[in-house]
């Protein structure tokens, strides 16, 4: 599973050049927003990609190893501060952020990371984060096998 969220970091970072952080998702954005917090945070900069392994749903077990379906978060969070409303030349700036989105999905999208099957989309959500920046979630599912390696090793 640790390999799952290297090889989809180098998979955007080929594919995707426009992101400026790659990064595993351990609450960076919360933190950031948070107005309480300390300021020890790894830095994120706009656009980004956060990646979170959820969740695995375990079945069976054969010969030593176990398969499971893995649900994939990539969240990408973009910083808003244009000016975007209808008479103004920067909202162009809205259909940017959506072609962006739709790059870093169709990099995902039926790509099979080492060991997984293919990537499927299951859902997407956008929403607002505090002082202008918006994320565009979206859930892929792919299953994966754990080995036991501890005993496959004569």
């Not at 501060?81 to 999208?109: C, F, S």
């Not at 984060?129 to 005993?151: F, G, I, M």
């Amino acid at each position: 599973m640790e390999k799952l969220i290297q090889d989809i970091q180098e998979r955007l970072r080929e594919c995707v050049a426009d992101l400026q952080t790659i990064d595993e998702n351990y609450g960076q954005l919360v933190k950031m927003f948070d107005e309480s917090a300390d300021g020890d945070i790894y830095p994120v900069h706009s656009p980004a990609v956060l990646i979170d392994v959820r969740d695995i749903r375990w079945s069976g077990l054969r010969g030593g190893c176990q398969s499971g379906v893995a649900t994939v978060v990539v969240t990408l969070a973009i910083d808003c501060y244009d000016d975007t409303h209808y008479e103004q030349t920067q909202r162009e700036k809205i259909a940017e952020r959506m072609r962006l989105a739709g790059a870093v999905h169709w990099a995902l999208q039926g790509w099979k990371p080492t060991e997984t099957t293919p990537m499927v989309r299951t859902s997407t959500k956008l929403y607002h984060l505090p002082r202008l920046w918006k994320a565009y979630e979206t859930t892929y599912t792919c299953s994966v096998v754990d080995l036991d390696d501890q005993n496959s090793s004569g």
